[in-house]
């Protein structure tokens, strides 16, 4: 029996609909939603499926899910945002801000540097646990004391968990508050849109499970072939899917990894960025600060991800690992497939998020294929 496919599609985007059914049939997809955003109107929100294993729970037009790293394009915009605003210069020290990070040689890391995954900070040099995540002052206080793994600025090092940490306590640091609120008060209110860096338990009842990657595919199920960077990322502390359903996961304000949403919140949020700066009649940021996220920082192999990478504020650029069809286009995935592509000449953004997980942490053939569908309609 076809899987019921919610929502809908504007003409001329049905083949997002053929492709996005296509994943159920063949069994890729167990629950998910897909969102494509052209000139700030929405021209597909589709969902479908289960929101858990048994297949018990519908997935409906509300179910949110954890998107690991989806969720550091919160952050960056949330950090851009205040760059527009004159409260945060990207090319300053982070030390101007966080007088401690200035620490075992870090006092000219650049706000920059950790946007744009180089200040050799990939992962904490201290062992810590999962429930030392949940302790903001000390996930941050230990990044502040300890020394880079490598120069900074010389190399790209995917900062996994610790960019959302280091970009938030800047956030902090500037405005007096937790990214999470910042985030909700300038960016999902105004926007009524249903992305969560902290999601409150009223909430939990709309969240669907996660299915963890086959074993043997998960990040840290092949160690032997790590490198010390992957392994520390991977390891310390260890990446544990079954974590996304507790309270403490769900509350707690993981800004790299912790977010909650679905792909109408992803993708219409990101036509801030898709469209200079405003989004529903609302001028969030200038232009120029928007364009901002597309200035190249670092490009090289990613010493953690061992990928060729291009990062620019906050955002995968194209090129690199990932060819793109427009140069203007910026992107991030979340550990196991969710994905926002965000293409400034076609003023339009694809998400895609997921609960069947693959072993990927940057996108995989489920989000590109749909992206691919989305821009050939776009060309038409």
């Known amino acids: 029996m076809a899987t019921n496919i919610g929502g809908f599609v504007h003409d001329g985007f049905e083949e997002v609909r053929k492709v996005f059914q296509g994943h159920f049939d063949t069994g890729q997809d167990v629950g998910a939603s897909v969102c494509v955003t052209k000139n700030g109107e929405t021209v597909v929100d589709l969902w479908g499926g289960y929101a858990d294993a048994a297949r018990t729970k519908p997935w409906v037009k509300d179910t949110i899910i954890n998107v690991y790293s989806t969720t550091k394009t919160m952050t960056a915009l949330t950090a851009l945002l205040l760059a527009d605003r004159g409260l945060i210069d990207f090319k300053a020290p982070v030390a101007r801000y966080w007088p401690e990070f200035a620490a075992n040689g870090k006092a000219n890391v650049t706000v920059a540097h950790l946007m744009s995954h180089s200040a050799g900070l990939s992962g904490w040099k201290e062992p810590i646990t999962k429930a030392d995540l949940y302790d903001w002052e000390k996930a941050t206080s230990l990044l ?220 995989d053939m489920r989000g590109f294929g749909l992206a691919m569908a989305a821009w050939d309609a776009l060309g038409k």
């Not at 090092?157 to 800047?170: K, R, S």
């Not at 509350?251 to 792909?263: K, L, M, V, W």
């Not at 650029?317 to 965000?342: E, K, Q």
């Open 144 to 363: 502040a004391a300890q020394a880079p793994f490598w120069e900074p600025g010389t190399a790209a090092g995917y900062h996994a968990m610790t960019q959302g940490y280091l970009v938030g306590e800047v956030i902090r640091r500037v405005t007096g508050k937790s990214i999470g609120r910042v985030f909700r008060e300038e960016i999902a209110e105004p926007l009524n849109a249903d992305f969560w860096i902290g999601l409150p338990a009223p909430e939990d009842h709309r969240v669907a499970e996660l299915i963890p990657p086959p074993p043997g595919e998960a990040v840290g199920d092949q160690p032997t072939s790590l490198n010390e960077l992957t392994h520390n990322m991977a390891s310390n502390p260890g990446i544990d899917v079954g974590e996304t359903k507790t309270r403490a996961w769900r509350g707690a304000e993981i800004p790299a990894a912790g977010g909650t949403g679905n792909a109408r919140s992803v993708a219409e949020i990101h036509t801030i960025l898709a469209n200079g700066g405003v989004a529903r009649g609302k001028r969030f940021m200038s232009e120029a600060g928007v364009r901002k996220a597309l200035e190249l920082q670092v490009e090289g192999t990613d010493k953690v991800m061992n990928i060729p990478a291009r990062f620019g504020l906050g955002f995968g650029l194209a090129g690199g690992a990932v060819p793109l069809p427009n140069p203007n286009t910026i992107y991030w995935g979340g550990y196991g497939g969710s994905i926002i592509l965000i293409d400034m000449d076609a003023h339009t953004t694809i998400a895609y998020v997921m609960n069947v997980m693959h072993g990927t942490t940057t996108g």
